[in-house]
């Protein structure tokens, strides 16, 4: 009798889930790689029945680290509100998904339960801490965009280069005192006036998020590699546009600028951890099909594992038509392989024949 009771407490509360309102709030969308995020599950009984057993636990989608047990266990009355608050770290940089809600009824005893689940999407991006942007800051300091403070008799400029004079120009941005003792006449231009794009290629196939140790697998030297690129050429005053690929297709972010610096929270939108592109082929196959027009530069940035992956005679022409000036950022771990120096033996010679800058970063 005890048994058959408990059962029918249960199926009669089992029909009260639907009356069960459920919300996720998280305190932070976007964080750096390593921070911690606060999560709360609000519980809210909307039914006219007393619910005595119910547990809520929130699924936590891998790799993120619950700090604390994502479970709470509840009486809840009527119109009564429970609340369930954890701490995640998020030690991969990236997309991350909190997807589903599990409720759980329980009949008096806890002889019985009852399980049923709400699809509920709240989503966090974690940026890569950045790596390289010196390499980057080196590059960007031999093309155009560098910023450089000047002085003129109108006061402080930003300096971009210097050119021969032409007709039309002002003759208040002539440099008069070159023409004083050279008698060349050349022209300032500002960084108001030219501002230099560039692209940055991102090439993480999935396999590189399972070679390596977390937090140091080479998807995420990668990743961050790629932002300390951008970082570079962003503080040296370039626009970027960034392509990543998401398992089969390529996605563009344009105008990553220091006026729209958000934007790169869009970009590693598209990197999901132990996810990402299928193959670097895809990648390098895709910008045929992009509508993509010639910059001043083009960043590739890769791994030996890419480079091993893709056909050259993809790859290199493919690149080489997104800019005047190209160059492949290659990460490779401290602890690297001698597979991966025979990969680059073969590599590096093919590439410096097509004229691409080569810089490697650990």
């Not at 590059?139 to 109108?154: D, E």
């Not at 995420?220 to 690129?229: D, I, K």
């Not at 530069?297 to 800019?323: C, F, H, K, W």
Request: aromatic share 8%.
């Amino acid at each position: 009798m005890i048994f058959l009771k408990s059962y029918s407490d249960l199926s009669r509360l089992s029909r009260l889930i639907r009356s069960i309102e459920i919300r996720r709030e998280v305190d932070r969308r976007y964080v750096e790689e390593g921070d911690e995020i606060l999560v709360s599950v609000e519980v809210i009984n909307r039914s006219r029945e007393n619910v005595g057993r119910l547990e809520i636990e929130d699924l936590v989608p891998e790799p993120a680290k619950a700090m604390e047990e994502p479970l709470i266990g509840v009486s809840l009355p009527p119109g009564y509100i429970a609340r369930l608050r954890y701490r995640v770290k998020l030690p991969s940089p990236g997309r991350y998904e909190f997807e589903r809600v599990f409720i759980r009824l329980k009949d008096p005893l806890g002889l019985f339960t009852h399980e049923g689940s709400v699809d509920l999407v709240s989503m966090v991006v974690a940026l890569p801490k950045p790596l390289g942007s010196m390499e980057a800051v080196s590059i960007a300091s031999r093309n155009p965009g560098i910023w450089i403070k000047g002085l003129s008799l109108g006061g402080l400029y930003d300096l971009y280069s210097v050119r021969d004079y032409r007709y039309g120009d002002d003759a208040r941005k002539i440099l008069w005192k070159i023409f004083a003792r050279r008698g060349e006449l050349l022209v300032r231009e500002d960084l108001g006036e030219v501002r230099s794009r560039s692209y940055v290629i991102i090439d993480i196939p999935r396999e590189l998020w399972y070679i390596g140790k977390p937090p140091n697998t080479l998807a995420e030297g990668v990743a961050r590699l790629s932002r300390g690129v951008i970082e570079g050429l962003v503080k040296s005053y370039s626009v970027v546009d960034a392509i990543i690929c998401e398992e089969t297709a390529s996605r563009i972010v344009s105008g990553i600028s220091r006026s729209y610096r958000e934007k790169i929270y869009s970009l590693y939108l598209n990197l999901k951890p132990y996810r990402g592109c299928e193959s670097s082929w895809i990648l390098y196959n895709s910008l045929k099909y992009l509508d993509l027009v010639r910059r001043d530069m083009a960043i590739l940035v890769t791994t030996p594992i890419g480079l091993a992956q893709t056909d050259p005679e993809l790859m290199i022409p493919e690149v080489s038509r997104l800019g005047r000036n190209v160059y492949i950022a290659i990460y490779m771990p401290e602890d690297y392989s001698k597979e991966y120096m025979e990969i680059l033996s073969v590599a590096l010679p093919i590439i410096e024949d097509s004229g691409w800058g080569i810089l490697v970063a650990k």
